[in-house]
């Protein structure tokens, strides 16, 4: 027997009458959502653990979604399970038909099922895999899974049995029901729904039956009778290695994804070294950082003082779109400039114990031992590889607003130094139309 309990707010007491009875009658339980009860977990551990009698019979079941607070306790006592997508089109669709039986293939007589059931397999497949492109592939990661598919075969299956065979397969509602329904009900980005739509209306289609049909070369619609047949078809004749342009990406989102693979992979290696100072007699980590503290602290631009930037800005003009952007632009510089400087000091006053080390201050001596950016700091600026590549650009972006501000406006602006390079770009289009006398309508929109 199994008992099942969500956790989450307020849902404590009934949790413990579960635990309690199950310990005496040996019953399996099943905690859901145990993320959403986080303080909780550390009383179940401690109920199991200091528990005196123990039904051997008994079972606790958990699931969760990955989290960073979870009780590591918990997770040391225990065995781990994980339920991934597959990767690859290969691994897909073998899990796909692994999960078909016999009865199911042949569960309708028509002869459009079978290629139609290989194709949703396929759009499955797709739609999960383009996940690892990152934006590249959804603009929102979407969590497709086995019971979307599921539901679209039951549609197909339906929609089969009820057909008029003079009339055939009404693709126009076979394939609303898949992308605005059973796969498009998940997707929220406009952009994202296009593309549903677009496999859908390329993918869905009479030409699907015909024998020189492919989703792209080398992956084409088998006709087997049996399910081991397409088990065999799909182990042995689809590709081990996918290339991008299977899901109708360019070639090159196959460097980008490499790319952050081994970024991941890297920073988990780094983050799992030991942090203790080594025995070697040189410097330690604390006296490192330390040291880089202050060297950064000599280096950190001198704050903008407000009541000289307002001078400025008034002598320009304080109320064209170029001096409006700018302030806005010394504003968010100088935010970062404060955080740094704050995060630096403290950080020293913690190495040397005048100061309590906090979460915060734990990370950026962490992040800066590996040259990395501190999350205090990603948070209010941009994005960069090491910490001495975003070191630099700090001090770049400081130089061209203070030039900007208390010299003359350059010739030439380095966009990319800009927080919003778009705004840059909206008020020197407005800067123009003023200038010129020109309506809005006579300038080209710039995107």
């Known amino acids: 027997v199994v008992s099942t309990q969500s956790t989450?707010?307020?849902?404590?007491?009934?949790?413990?009458?579960?635990?309690?009875?199950?310990?005496?009658d040996g019953c399996w339980v099943l905690l859901q959502n145990c993320h959403l009860g986080l303080t909780f977990m550390d009383e179940v551990l401690e109920t199991i653990l200091t528990a005196e009698t123990i039904?051997?019979?008994?079972?606790?079941?958990?699931?969760?979604?990955?989290?960073?607070?979870?009780?590591?306790?918990?997770?040391?006592?225990?065995?781990?399970?994980?339920?991934?997508?597959?990767?690859?089109?290969?691994?897909?669709?073998?899990?796909?038909?692994?999960?078909?039986?016999?009865?199911?293939?042949?569960?309708?007589?028509?002869?459009?099922?079978?290629?139609?059931?290989?194709?949703?397999?396929?759009?499955?497949?797709?739609?999960?895999?383009?996940?690892?492109?990152?934006?590249?592939?959804?603009?929102?990661?979407?969590?497709?899974?086995?019971?979307?598919?599921?539901a679209s075969l039951q549609c197909v299956q339906t929609h089969l049995d009820d057909m008029d065979p003079k009339r055939g397969v009404s693709w126009v509602c076979i394939r609303y029901m898949i992308a605005e329904v059973q796969y498009g009900g998940r997707v929220t980005d406009d952009f994202d729904k296009i593309l549903l739509n677009t496999y859908c209306r390329t993918w869905m289609g009479e030409n699907i039956f015909a024998n020189n049909f492919c989703f792209y070369k080398?992956?084409?619609?088998?006709?087997?009778?049996?399910?081991?047949?397409?088990?065999?078809?799909?182990n042995d004749e689809l590709p081990e290695i996918d290339t991008p342009e299977a899901?109708?990406?360019?070639?090159?989102?196959?460097?980008?994804?490499?790319?952050?693979?081994?970024?991941?992979?890297?920073?988990?290696?780094?983050?799992?070294?030991?942090?203790?100072?080594?025995?070697?007699g040189g410097e330690t980590r604390e006296e490192?950082?330390?040291?880089?503290?202050?060297?950064?602290?000599?280096?950190?631009?001198?704050?903008?003082?407000?009541?000289?930037?307002?001078?400025?800005?008034?002598?320009?003009?304080?109320?064209?779109?170029?001096?409006?952007?700018?302030?806005?632009?010394?504003?968010?510089?100088?935010?970062?400039?404060?955080?740094?400087?704050q995060t630096l000091k403290d950080l020293q006053l913690a190495i040397d114990g005048t100061i309590i080390m906090s979460d915060a201050l734990k990370d950026a001596l962490d992040n800066i031992f590996d040259a990395r950016v501190p999350r205090t700091w990603s948070k209010v600026s941009w994005d960069s590889s090491t910490l001495g590549f975003w070191f630099t650009e700090l001090l770049e972006r400081d130089l061209q607003f203070?030039?900007?501000?208390?010299?003359?406006?350059?010739?030439v602006f380095w966009i990319t130094g800009f927080f919003n390079p778009q705004g840059f770009l909206t008020a020197m289009r407005q800067e123009i139309t003023r200038a010129h006398k020109l309506g809005a309508r006579c300038c080209s929109t710039l995107q």
């Open 8 to 24: 989450g707010q307020g849902q404590e007491v009934p949790s413990r009458r579960i635990l309690a009875q199950s310990f005496q």
């Open 402 to 411: 203070k030039t900007w501000i208390f010299e003359a406006r350059p010739n």
């Open 218 to 234: 080398g992956y084409k619609i088998p006709n087997f009778a049996k399910v081991d047949e397409y088990l065999n078809y799909i």
């Open 247 to 280: 899901f109708g990406l360019h070639p090159n989102a196959d460097i980008t994804y490499q790319t952050n693979t081994a970024n991941t992979v890297l920073d988990k290696i780094i983050n799992i070294q030991p942090k203790d100072a080594g025995a070697g």
């Open 55 to 150: 039904n051997p019979n008994f079972r606790l079941w958990m699931t969760t979604e990955p989290h960073a607070k979870f009780p590591i306790n918990f997770l040391q006592h225990s065995i781990k399970f994980t339920n991934e997508p597959p990767q690859g089109i290969k691994a897909g669709l073998s899990r796909t038909y692994n999960n078909i039986t016999q009865e199911q293939l042949d569960i309708s007589s028509t002869t459009q099922w079978k290629p139609m059931l290989y194709n949703l397999a396929f759009l499955h497949t797709t739609v999960q895999e383009r996940r690892k492109f990152g934006p590249l592939g959804w603009n929102i990661p979407y969590e497709f899974n086995q019971s979307d598919l599921n």
């Open 288 to 341: 490192l950082v330390y040291r880089l503290s202050a060297e950064m602290l000599e280096k950190v631009p001198e704050n903008f003082i407000i009541f000289e930037v307002r001078a400025r800005l008034m002598k320009y003009g304080i109320f064209q779109p170029m001096n409006i952007f700018l302030r806005q632009e010394i504003d968010r510089i100088q935010r970062v400039i404060t955080i740094v400087k």
